[in-house]
Nanobody, 122 residues
Framework: QVQLVESGGGLVQPGGSLRLSCAAS????????MAWYRQAPGKERELVAA???????TYADSVKGRFTISRDSPKKTVYLQMNSLKPEDTARYYC????????????????WGQGTLVTVSS
């Protein structure tokens, strides 16, 4: 069974920084994509940043230049460095991983983390 453990959320003042982490564990053959989504109260979940194997990272326009996604493949961990945070960045942030299971069919599985709350407020 594959699990994702997220950490790093919290309360920060506008202009501050936070670093989110998401570690995958369990039986995993390979990881294709590691991404961060967020969902603010009353809004739909949106893609924040994604790291796909062999491709350049992608970012939502609203976070370009402020957020950086990175991954430590041996540790099966993805990070989201968030700088110059704004009140509108307040949301629950979810880790999303697309991976291949080590079974005879090499099944593809998409897994979600439980979410970590980021609050930007003075």
């Amino acid at each position: 069974q594959v699990q994702l453990v997220e950490s790093g959320g919290g309360l920060v003042q506008p202009g501050g920084s936070l670093r989110l982490s998401c570690a995958a564990s369990g039986s995993i053959l390979s990881i294709n994509i590691m991404a961060w989504y967020r969902q603010a109260p009353g809004k739909e979940r949106e893609l924040v940043a994604a790291s796909t194997s062999g491709r350049s990272p992608t970012y939502a326009d609203s976070v370009k230049g402020r957020f950086t996604i990175s991954r430590d493949s041996p540790k099966k961990t993805v990070y989201l460095q968030m700088n110059s945070l704004k009140p509108e960045d307040t949301a629950r942030y979810y880790c999303n991983v697309g991976l291949v299971l080590p079974d005879v069919n090499s099944r593809y599985l998409e897994v979600w983390g439980q979410g970590t709350l980021v609050t930007v407020s003075s």
